[in-house]
């Protein structure tokens, strides 16, 4: 079986990394900057920025005077190849000989595409999914590395080259594509070569005397004449650890001392490698042949094996070993990069130290009341109260605003405001007693109204305001309760909506 090999070319990666991360720039025009020769020198640059005519090796003052709003950030130095290297491991489950290149991935595909049915499936498939998470990518299939990397380019036919189309696919490319020296390529524009095919009918001695051995080279790796090794990356090894036992373990106390054991082992490599787990899986194979499994979760990654052992231990009480516990086995199924800091003399309040100690007590909590039972909000920008939270996704998360620290809110808030039977003395006034789910609530107390607006933009609501109400009834129960719209409309209806503490 001949070889096939696939290069995947990232067109904006660094760009649409950023993107993903900060989806504010996706309609910015914005490029990656670092200094150069005593220049700051255009790096990367996003798609809406290229349509302006800026390209990367630009001098960003160059750009800036085409794009005079054009947003400049700092290169990150290694980030393109950092994410290449992520990108391949995520691609292992498509070929198991994966190469990084400057710009892209190079994949021996060789065998593995009858398992997406024929060639073209298995290249729609790798490039939709890279696509739908993001990246611009743009891909082609070939008997060799060089014309997959060259039709990925600069092809203008169809992406999957087969043996029959091999050399003719060649012919009809620009000099570029051999992956070989700019001066080379101006070279053989001054000299009239502006395809390959114009260089076939040459001698290879007259060819290597006026280019050198590395456009031969590059030449006849294209063709296949010449084999080009590539430097496959390993797959990443699963985090996983196991201690076998001698005698069947029964008792709590030896339990948590084996889990320590893991914990141990696991961190140790984690810590190594700038990892953290964010969740582990622990597995007791019981004498009896049941299975024990065991899940903790953190917020934040984390190798601190004694952090992850208090988590654990509130777990212990669950573990039934019956007759004994043979063999444990500990599986971190998420693990991310753990973010390094400088330690700090003294512990300041919102410092990265004090953020650690939340993350641990909120891991102790979630891990005993389940995690889904915790939330956390940011406030966001509306003066509707039922639009003007969200909820973090992390711990990380910092907010885009400040809180609004005017009128006090309710401690809890409902998700949809809900309708009441409300008596007032005057269409202004707060309510005598309201009626709300059969229960009938006396007014003892209330404050003045506070009028809450929508944003214009938003026209099913532009007519529209409410009349909020602190209350309290007689029992020292206090509301959040609100009028809509204007008492002359006759389509006023009072709505309950928080609850204070």
Partial sequence: MGRRYVSLWFRHLLTDWLTLRQPELKDVPFILVAPEKNRLIVKAANHLTESYGISTGMAAA???????????LDAEPGKAEEILKKAAAWCIRYSPLIAVDADGLLLDITGCTHLWGSEKDYLRSLIKTLITKGYDV???????????????????QKPIITTQEHQQALLTLPPEALRIESETVDLLYKLGFFTVGQLMGHERSALRRRFGNS?????????????????YIHPVEAYHVRLPFLEPIRT????????????????????????GLRKAVLKGYRVDGHLTETVIGTNKPSNNAAHLLKLFALKIPNIEPALGIELFTLDAFKVEEVEHKQENLWLLEGSDESTDALAGLLDRIGNKIGAQNIHRYLPQASYWPERSIKQALSLTDQPEMDWNNGRPRPSLLLKYPQRIE????????????????????????????ERIEPEWWQHADRHKHRDYYMIEDEKGCRYWVFRSGHHQGGDTRWYLHGFFA
Avoid at 138 to 156: C, E, I, N, P, S
Avoid at 216 to 230: K, T
């Fill in 215 to 231: 456009f031969l080279l590059r030449l006849h790796q294209a063709l296949g004449n010449v084999d080009e090794p590539l430097q």
């Fill in 62 to 72: 160059d750009a800036r005077a085409v794009v005079p709003d054009l947003k400049v």
């Fill in 422 to 449: 409300v008596m007032a003395l005057l269409p202004d006034d707060p309510p005598k007693h309201f009626v709300w789910k059969g229960q009938k609530h006396i007014i003892k107390k209330a404050d003045d109204a």
């Fill in 138 to 156: 743009r891909g082609a299939m070939a008997d060799t590395v060089g014309l997959a990397w060259a039709v990925a380019r600069y092809g203008k």
């Fill in 252 to 275: 709590a106390e030896v339990i948590e001392k084996a889990i320590n054991t893991l914990l141990k082992m696991m961190c140790e490599r984690l810590s190594s490698e700038g990892n």
